[in-house]
């Protein structure tokens, strides 16, 4: 029997979504793939069942993910998806409707995030909230928001980067760019077709950066063997990649990203700059998981910088935390439908 779950937080994001229940924690992780059958319409998988049906599928099934650059791009798929998840972690919640608190890219349109709280309210929530990614993955990171001292986070995800600083509990400036995770591994699919003429799926590219990706290269030197289609032959073909070819393919991807961090330092009030100096930066998101990216910011923006703990949960954990002490968050952070 499933205790009564009345509230839950979900960090809805480009390349996974997870789940927070308080007293519970995180209770899944999974990611954002649904896979639909077009003959009927319908619904086959959600999240990793989905997921490794990509690049496999036949004419009659189509897998999607909904979520593009961090917004929701196909309403219909997304709806689907929030459903399974609700079902998922609570399990009665025909009867037992639950408060539900989301994240969203600072630099949401209003459009958008209407879309959000609507898809929210569809899939059987009886409250929807929404509240600033960068905020959520600081509180997670541990980051005392309400101090007057400024801290800066850099929450780089699938679908967006998104800067901020942050003082007295609310956004000072932030910066969102569409360039993160998912471009990092379009421009190694993008190298390896261009260097070894050779094609790989998405889920390939992922899975070389999550293996050898790094920002600045690696000692010693890490290889890795990968399988893909000679372009010219149209065959396999197996080749081997180094950490050392991987981080020269991420670069472009990284400068746009220290460039956004680099000019919103420009705009940040002296007081505040002079804080983050002092302190540092700190990374969160899926892409802070790319081996040396700390070092690589800190080396070209002079600023000391540090991945969070378990960088992939911070926005999730930090909307467990709000979620605990929702009335005294209601008023400043989150909007309401």
Known sequence: MSIFVPKIGIDLGTRNSLVFVPRKGIVLQEPSVVA???????????????KEMT????????????MRDGVIADYRVTLAMLRYFLKKVVPRYQFLKPEVLISVPAGITSTERRAVVEATMQAGARAAYVAKEPILAAIGAEIPINSTAGHMIVDIGGGTCEVAVISLGGIVGFSSLRVAGDKMDQAISEYVKRKYNLAVGENTAEEIKIKIGCAIPLKPEVTMDIRGRDLAAGLPKNIQLTSTEISQAVQEPLTEIVMIIKSLLRETPPE????????????????????????LISQTIGVPCFV???????VVRGAGAVLDNLDAYKRSIMTKR
């Open 272 to 295: 505040l700059s002079a804080d983050i100096m002092d302190k540092g930066m700190i990374i969160s998101g899926g892409g802070a998981l790319l081996k040396n990216i700390d070092q």
């Open 55 to 66: 690049g496999r599928t036949p004419d009659s099934i189509r897998v999607y993910r909904p």
């Open 36 to 50: 639909v059958s077009l003959a009927d319409n319908s619904i086959l998988a959600v999240g990793e069942a989905a």
């Open 308 to 314: 969070a703990e378990d960088p992939l949960t911070c």
